[in-house]
């Protein structure tokens, strides 16, 4: 790049250098972003399909879960990864509608570049959209429906909803069941008087060899060890616990060392010593009163033998997960050093050995009973892991609405109504903004859209009927994907939370406008083969960026 300044040319950018300047560049980035809507787009829904991804290593992974699919995927493409930050942003944030929040993204960028093709400055689309989103999220609350703090049945249809599409859903009955348990055990009253579902007190543990029909709540935690010696005692009750994270081992030197014997009585000496310092470990436990070590690290085999001898129960290279757990279950403070370990880091529990499973279960005493355990059982390691990711997703947002006490009809009805109640909002709106405004509203029609089309279903009809009984004051009235016909979904049992549906549209219009308001890419350095800042190709159809899919 160079620039013309009193006759002489002056070099302010390197000869490989690229870059892309104004209209090509909002092409180029608005392409990538709705690549990678478009790659999720199919997963949207009860009826939406799985996606398999492989890595360079041969993992597979099957799923239709939103952000699972973008953050396996091989991008590169800067632009694209600011829609994938959508995803995470949403699954951190709202628990589920990670699909829902990018589609969304992507088509308000297909909208915004058809305004774009009018002359439509991008600051005014940007303001457009900020207008529409915030008057959006109002809505949303305009037609929240309150929910009771003991409406079970409701909350389990939120969880089924969540559920249904994904490898949990053949056994949602169930499940929704154990879920809304899960959530109410761990849900506390805060000073305020409001209600606080505390998921931190509760784990999710998968095991494989049984159906998921066969999982199960359980109080307290759940282990998946076995004692590192066979004479040790496997149930306990009222047992003092240390937990510790420190090796139960002698310290390894920090460099190779060699020890030079002259005589065989030095080796016996050298080793006599070995076994004292293991055996002081052992007292100073014995000292401390304990019944079980529960150790993050490696225990000596030494160490395990006095600990055998001495009746306590010994499990070792436990998941720093587990420990982290398990410490607020029995009220115990994980131990690093064990020369400074005092009765008072000690917890209390009962130890129950199932030798068909090979689990330790743990329950604290009275004053930690609200920690529980969710054990998920699938045939194979892909189903359960499928089915952890849509249990994990169902009990965020079962969570939210018992915390908040809300909740929406879904199967698109909350999009169509807001997405009528915007078109009005425009009228109001002067300048070139209430364009952006109206195509912010017609943006948020692809969920109905995608979810008729991945039923198979006409989606232009679908749009059609569903606007016409929203116009009759139809609120509720969603795509039953089942039958397909256009119903209340709310009665039907499809229900979903406002905290996810709003946090999707901040997301995806923050992440548009984010894309739209650059003009410039400058990339410095070598550019790859495929050409184009980035690497990305031009990256219109999701060439050169997302290697993983393929």
Do not use: W
Request: glycine share 10%.
């Amino acid at each position: 790049m160079s620039q013309q300044m009193q006759g002489q040319p002056m070099i302010i950018m390197g000869d490989d250098a690229e870059r892309m300047k104004d209209k090509s560049a909002q092409e180029h980035n608005i392409a990538a972003a709705r690549a990678v809507a478009e790659s999720v787009r199919s997963t949207l829904g009860p009826k939406g399909m799985d996606k398999m991804l492989v890595t360079s290593l041969g993992d597979i992974v099957v799923t239709n879960d939103g952000v699972t699919i973008l953050e396996e995927m091989d991008i590169d493409n800067p632009t694209a990864e600011m829609i994938v930050e959508v995803a995470e942003t949403q699954e951190d944030e709202a628990g589920d509608g990670t699909t829902t929040a990018v589609a969304i993204a992507g088509e308000l960028l297909k909208n915004a570049e058809e305004l774009l093709d009018q002359d439509i400055h991008p600051t005014a689309i940007i303001k457009g959209f900020n207008l529409a989103a915030e008057q959006a999220r109002k809505e949303v609350d305009n037609i929240t429906i309150d929910v009771d703090g003991d409406d079970r049945e409701t909350f389990r249809k939120v969880a089924q909803t969540s559920m249904t599409g994904k490898g949990a859903e053949q056994h949602k009955e169930d499940l929704s069941d154990l879920i809304v348990d899960a959530a109410d055990a761990v849900t506390v009253e805060a000073e305020d008087g409001s209600t606080i579902v505390d998921l931190a007190f509760l784990k999710v543990e998968t095991q494989t060899g049984r159906g998921a029909g066969d999982s199960e709540l359980l109080e307290g935690a759940v282990i998946d060890k076995d004692p590192v010696h066979e004479e040790m005692p496997s149930d306990l009750d009222d047992a003092s616990i240390l937990v510790i994270d420190e090796p139960l081992e002698l310290d390894e030197a920090e460099a190779d060392t060699q020890v030079s014997v002259t005589d065989p009585n030095q080796l016996q000496d050298f080793i006599e010593q070995e076994e004292q310092e293991l055996r002081e470990k052992v007292d100073q436990i014995v000292d401390l009163g304990v019944d079980a070590v529960v150790c993050q690290k490696g225990i000596d085999d030494m160490v395990q033998h006095y600990l055998a001898k001495e009746g306590i129960l010994g499990l070792k290279r436990v998941k720093r997960s587990d420990v982290e757990f398990l410490r607020e279950i029995i009220g115990a403070d994980v131990v690093s050093n064990l020369d400074t370990a005092t009765e008072d880091h000690l917890g209390t529990g009962t130890f129950r050995r199932d030798d068909d499973e090979e689990l330790f279960y743990i329950e604290g005493t009275d004053d930690y009973s609200h920690g529980v355990t969710l054990l998920l059982r699938g045939s194979t390691e892909h189903v359960v892991d499928e089915l952890e990711r849509g249990v994990e997703d169902a009990l965020d947002v079962v969570g939210t609405a018992m915390s908040r006490g809300e909740a929406l009809p879904g199967g698109g009805a909350p999009e169509v109504e807001v997405a009528a109640r915007l078109r009005e909002f425009a009228d109001g709106v002067s300048g070139r903004e209430q364009l952006a405004v109206e195509a912010y509203a017609d943006a948020l029609d692809v969920v109905p859209r995608v979810l008729s089309e991945n039923a198979g279903l006409d989606s232009i009809d679908t749009l059609v009927d569903l606007r016409a009984a929203h116009s009759e004051g139809k609120e509720q009235a969603g795509l039953n994907v089942f039958s397909g016909e256009i119903e209340d979904t709310f009665e039907a049992g499809v229900v979903e939370t406002p905290s996810a549906k709003k946090q999707a549209l901040t997301s995806a219009s923050e992440a548009a406008n984010l894309v739209l308001k650059i003009d410039d890419i400058i990339e410095s350095g070598e550019s790859d083969e495929d050409g184009g800042p980035g690497g990305a190709g031009g990256m219109g159809g999701m060439g050169g960026g997302m290697g993983g899919m393929m």
